[in-house]
């Protein structure tokens, strides 16, 4: 079974531009979780997705969105980039229960310049 | 709000030697603890997974204890290879949400 893919891996962009960035879930989870992970903050959660619907969502700005497909696939959105928006964006999926194990994709690395 | 610490922040052992890293954390309402780990520049690779209901979990050379009550775990690395080097995170289940600590990254000397 395929596991979770992030796509871009890397990208590169200036201050005040804007990022989609998406993740496939592995075939059957429903459930899928954005993280941020910089060296300063560590491993930031951002939203959890479930059948489409937004479950959770962490302590970040308005200017980081995301949604959730019908396939499960999700992609998360960050409006009018900023220096410390730079970081590894992490996504994990699951079968979507508060039990079930969360596996994570390799993440895209984002810099802003 | 959920803290989650790891201590120690880093660990350097020869090879062969047995690994103990701790992790506590402050709010015992959790579903389970999950144990990570990272290579640099690389996501995460999920290694055990404890159940709140459950005290121990098992994998080849790694063992993890979870005391939910005083809010720690252990995890165990016995006979540590070079190979083993990496951070080490773990994270807490709660409302649909993992919290992590910060990790111990560990140096294996061959």
């Known amino acids: 079974k395929a596991g979770v893919t992030q796509t871009p891996r890397y990208l590169i962009k200036t201050r005040g531009q804007q990022v989609t960035l998406s993740c496939s879930p592995i075939?059957?989870?429903?459930?899928v979780s954005w993280y941020q992970q910089t060296p300063g903050q560590g491993l930031q959660f951002l939203f959890e997705?479930?059948?489409?619907?937004?479950?959770n969502k962490g302590n970040f700005p308005g200017r980081f969105s995301g949604r959730q497909f019908s396939n499960s696939r999700s992609e998360m959105n960050v409006s009018t980039l900023e220096l410390g928006d730079s970081a590894l964006y992490l996504c994990?999926?699951?079968?979507?229960?508060?039990?079930?194990?969360?596996?994570f994709g390799p993440g895209t690395r984002l810099t802003v310049l | 709000k959920q803290e989650v610490t790891q201590i120690p922040a880093a660990l350097s052992v020869p090879e062969g030697e047995n690994l103990v890293l701790n992790c506590s954390f402050t709010?015992?309402?959790?579903?389970?603890l999950q144990w990570f780990r990272q290579d640099p520049g690389k996501g995460l690779t999920s290694l055990l997974l404890?159940?709140?209901?459950?005290r121990e979990q098992t994998s080849g050379r790694l063992n993890a204890s979870l005391d939910k009550s005083s809010g720690r775990s252990t995890l165990y690395i016995a006979a540590s290879q070079p190979g083993d080097s990496a951070t080490y995170l773990c994270?807490?289940?709660?409302?649909?949400?993992?919290?992590f600590g910060a990790g111990t990254t560990v140096t294996v000397r061959a």
């Open positions: 994270a807490v289940r709660d409302d649909y949400k993992l919290s």
């Open positions: 997705y479930f059948s489409e619907t937004q479950r």
């Open positions: 994990a999926s699951s079968l979507g229960g508060p039990t079930d194990t969360q596996y």
């Open positions: 709010d015992s309402a959790i579903y389970n």
């Open positions: 075939s059957g989870h429903r459930s």
């Open positions: 404890i159940q709140s209901s459950q």
